[in-house]
């Protein structure tokens, strides 16, 4: 994995209901299942944590947190293809890592696709263990595809080396 190069500026900020458009062309370049404009638009109506990742002015990245009963519940994560391999997931997942110790929570649970190797190996070298596993949770081409159930005991002492 590259750093994203120290000549371009980079922002991790909240997310503004301005940057649903920008968000949404980056989940639809992602995933072959996006969440919708709406969708965007309800998280942030309701209070969840969410982030966007900047390299210049664009937005290249998001993350969405929900937070309730002391533990919180990554909801999506997100990162522009053209950007995969510079460390913008991971400086993400570490953003929300910090605001859920900042909210108090406990532990931080996630749902994964089995097929994301990439993600699944992040997921594990931040420190996050598989608790379980959801059947038929993701749609597919092929029909669904279970989740995996991962969690983030907190407080959190960063990445396992």
């Known amino acids: 994995m590259s750093a994203v190069p120290?000549?371009?500026l980079t922002l991790i900020r909240p997310m503004r209901e301005s940057d649903v458009?920008?968000?949404s062309a980056v989940e639809q370049a992602a995933y072959d299942y996006p969440w919708t404009p709406g969708i965007f638009r309800d998280c942030l109506n309701v209070g969840y944590s969410c982030w966007v990742h900047l390299v210049r002015d664009d937005v290249v990245g998001h993350a969405i947190m929900s937070y309730g009963a002391g533990e919180a519940h990554l909801l999506n994560i997100c990162v522009d293809p053209t950007w995969h391999g510079y460390g913008i997931g991971k400086r993400l997942l570490h953003r929300v890592i910090r605001d859920a110790e900042r909210l108090g929570a406990?532990?931080?649970f996630l749902e994964v696709r089995p097929s994301n190797a990439v993600a699944v190996k992040l997921y594990h070298h931040t420190g996050y263990?598989?608790?379980g596993r959801r059947r038929d949770?993701?749609?597919d081409v092929d029909g669904r595809e279970?989740?995996?159930?991962?969690a983030l005991d907190l407080p959190w002492s960063g990445p396992r080396r």
Do not use: K
């Open 106 to 108: 406990s532990r931080v």
């Open 137 to 139: 949770y993701y749609p």
């Open 6 to 8: 120290s000549s371009l």
């Open 129 to 131: 263990a598989q608790i």
């Open 146 to 150: 279970d989740a995996l159930v991962m």
């Open 21 to 23: 458009g920008a968000v």
